[in-house]
């Protein structure tokens, strides 16, 4: 997974809340049938606690800790603890939990949840909404590979597009220094992160609820692991949803195209709006992006200068939601004046920085658990190779996405596991695949593809023409209409449905 494949969308909203969690189970061999690798877990519920960076939220919710096995080929061995959290079902036709993951991987469902949950009042009617930060994220042992002094040093240093030998090296030195470090402050855990791993402890998390069935929401890299989850568990998947849908026949390469294809995209469907030309835009954008790469513009944020990878970091982040456009445009405007305050501030939404210069660790998570599963780790010289398809298909985002193929893995510690996720459950219950023509993290292909996947009978697609990362609360009624009817009374939409 590169480094765009994030619920980005969300960023914003899920600072607002950030809650802590108490309380542990003992296991017991409860449920011993339902996975073959040890037993149910009680999950004790109590008081959410506040953090250093955010209040509790409110009364209505709840934290829990899960005990699962740290390596689950030894069951009963050393375990870890996954940070839960849920509000109950507020109606009184409860059909059971709905288990939401946002996406990343590396996002954090106990902090994100609160925020999200304004969303979902329908649904909340009757399920209890639960999420947890999977294994490596957060407070589930979340891994912290570099402090913010030396993050900031890096983004002003390292440059994402190496013009250079020696900036080639800068390049491929700063990722293998990176790797260390989240080698450093993750030690066992580095090689048990991976989607498989998470995928089997949402199987204990539905044990630990009481839950025959997975009821399931998965958004962006929340669909890979549903997909995944799927195929180790066909038989307990109840109703699912997978919203923004990744590709799960694309290896590194191929997620890395599909993204620099959907970013083009959405930023063509941004320019148009503005009653600008694609392409002479686009031109204008990546020759901004040149000249700043020679030499970075000034900002108004103390001793910071916007470099060509923030930049394009600051462009990146509002074309996830359409509403967000008339902000790149201004960050665009000020940045073509001289001034890169404006995308030096997008830029920081998505890298999680806050106005005292702390960062979040959600792309540290992330890069641990991707590089994990993916087996694939291009070379220099193959990205080299590679760099003109990829700069054809985006003038904008194409060097950096192509280079970040060779960067974001580079002389990882652990081997990774897979070229692309099994996720082939023939013998599943219909699952709800829902795919946005307009999304450019998860391009609208990737839904088709992972119905296919999936198998005859099991994938149904729901099309929403619409623009950003994911569909279900993004103003479609014709979505959210047929998403609730079929988590909530089980009607499946006919495949292939289009809302417009």
């Not at 609160?114 to 909404?129: K, N, S």
């Not at 402090?147 to 700063?174: C, M, N």
């Not at 929340?222 to 989850?229: A, K």
């Not at 005292?356 to 959600?362: E, I, V």
Request: net charge negative; hydrophobic share 35%; glycine share 12%.
């Amino acid at each position: 997974m590169t480094r765009f494949t994030r619920w980005a969308a969300l960023t914003a909203a899920a600072a607002l809340l950030t809650a802590g969690c108490s309380g542990a189970g003992p296991s017991d061999d409860g449920a011993k049938k339902d996975d073959g690798n040890g037993g149910k877990a009680a999950l004790d519920w109590g008081r959410c606690k506040a953090t250093s960076d955010a209040p509790a939220p409110g009364d209505e919710w709840q934290c829990a800790t899960l005990q699962v096995p740290l390596d689950w080929s030894k069951p009963n061995g050393e375990t870890i603890g996954l940070a839960l959290i849920r509000t109950k079902a507020t109606g009184g036709d409860r059909v059971g939990s709905l288990l939401f993951n946002f996406g990343g991987p590396g996002g954090s469902g106990v902090s994100t949840l609160p925020a999200y949950a304004a969303l979902t009042d329908d649904l909340r009617d009757r399920y209890d909404l639960v999420s947890w930060d999977p294994r490596g994220v957060a407070a589930s042992g979340g891994v912290r590979c570099r402090d913010d002094k030396a993050i900031q040093a890096a983004e002003s240093s390292v440059d994402g597009t190496p013009d250079t030998p020696a900036e080639e090296r800068g390049f491929l030195a700063d990722a293998a220094d990176f790797g260390e470090g989240c080698q450093e402050a993750a030690e066992k855990l580095m090689a048990h992160v991976s989607t498989t791993d998470t995928a089997r402890d949402m199987d204990r998390i539905r044990q630990a609820l009481g839950d025959d069935r997975m009821h399931y929401f998965g958004i962006s890299y929340g669909t890979e692991l549903g997909g995944v989850y799927a195929h180790l568990f066909p038989e307990k998947v109840g109703r699912m949803t997978l919203d923004a849908v990744v590709d799960p026949t694309a290896d590194t390469i191929g997620h890395a195209k599909n993204q620099t294809r959907g970013f083009q995209t959405a930023l063509d469907n941004y320019l148009k709006s503005t009653g600008k030309d694609p392409e002479q835009g686009s031109r204008e954008i990546a020759d901004l992006l040149d000249r700043i790469d020679a030499e970075p513009l000034s900002t108004s944020s103390s001793g910071r200068e916007l470099t060509q990878s923030l930049a394009l970091t600051g462009i990146v982040l509002p074309l996830y939601s359409k509403s967000s456009w008339p902000a790149l445009t201004s960050a665009l405007e000020a940045a073509q004046d001289g001034d890169g305050t404006a995308l030096l501030a997008l830029a920081d939404g998505y890298n999680e920085r806050d106005a005292s210069g702390r960062y979040g660790t959600t792309t540290h998570s992330q890069r641990v658990i991707s590089c994990l599963d993916d087996k694939q780790r291009p070379t220099l010289e193959e990205t080299r190779k590679l760099l003109p398809e990829f700069e054809e298909i985006s003038p904008v985002f194409g060097s950096f996405l192509g280079w970040d193929t060779a960067g974001w893995c580079h002389d990882w510690p652990v081997p990774g596991q897979f070229d692309t996720p099994e996720v082939s459950a023939p013998d599943a219950a219909p699952i709800l695949v829902v795919g946005n023509t307009g999304d450019p993290a998860t391009p609208y292909e990737g839904a088709r593809r992972m119905a296919d996947e999936l198998g005859e009978d099991v994938g149904v697609v729901l099309t929403w023409k619409g623009e950003g990362h994911g569909a279900y609360g993004s103003g479609s009624d014709c979505v959210d209409s047929a998403v609730n009817a079929y988590l909530l009374d089980g009607t499946v939409p006919e495949d292939g449905k289009v809302c417009s």
